[in-house]
């Protein structure tokens, strides 16, 4: 039983910083891929940010690149999302997500992942 939980969410001034965390356990996911979902209200949940089973290849929407950062560390089994120069419309639900083990390339597309957290609330106020 694979479990993924998110941490680190909370209230932020635009422009400020946050930086959530996510730790994954029961089943070793060190080749899995692993990403960041986001979710506001009213809309689709879409990517944020993803890595590769090896942490040398990330990917990341448009509308978070350069002010976010992806990172895993497979010997914690986590994988964390350093937001910077936070704006109002990054307001949402994250979801830390996994995919199986098998050395998998990062992936923008939420059908490839298997495993996801109960995400964590952020929240950027103006």
């Known amino acids: 039983q694979v479990q993924v939980v998110e941490s680190g969410g909370g209230l932020a001034q635009a422009g400020g910083s946050l930086r959530l965390s996510c730790a994954h356990s029961g089943r070793t996911l060190s080749t899995a891929a692993l990403g960041w979902f986001r979710q506001a209200p009213g809309k689709e949940r879409e990517f944020v940010a993803g890595?590769?089973?090896?942490?040398?290849?990330?990917d990341y929407a448009d509308s978070v690149k350069g002010r976010f950062t992806i990172s895993r560390d497979n010997a914690k089994n986590t994988v964390d999302l350093q937001m910077n120069s936070l704006k109002p419309e990054d307001t949402a639900v994250y979801y830390c997500?996994?995919?199986?083990?098998?050395?998998?390339?990062?992936?923008?597309?939420?059908?490839?992942?298997?495993?996801w957290g109960q995400g964590t609330q952020v929240t950027v106020s103006s």
């Open positions: 890595i590769n089973w090896s942490g040398g290849t990330t």
């Open positions: 997500a996994a995919t199986k083990s098998g050395y998998f390339s990062v992936s923008s597309y939420k059908g490839n992942y298997d495993y």
